[in-house]
């Protein structure tokens, strides 16, 4: 399992790592780098939990609460 900011989006990180590997499939509305209103840029979804040769059945992205300027991404895997 790898989980982290890849500054890319999900079907460029898999792509990038190869055969074998998964990105969760994050819910669609709740961004990972959020972007507060009349910040610079749009919010986005480059934080990502990807496994080798396994699946994720559930993910999401919790409120960070301002701790970061990314809100964190968890994943159950099988």
Request: net charge negative.
């Amino acid at each position: 399992m790898i989980a982290g900011d890849f500054n890319a989006d999900r079907p460029a990180v898999t792509r990038a790592l190869g055969d074998g590997f998964a990105a969760a499939v994050l819910p669609r509305g709740r961004y990972t780098r959020p972007r507060p209103d009349g910040g610079v840029g749009k919010s986005q979804n480059i934080d990502h939990v990807l496994v080798y040769m396994a699946s994720a059945s559930e993910s999401g992205v919790e409120d960070g609460r301002g701790l970061s300027d990314h809100n964190p991404v968890w994943a159950k895997l099988e």
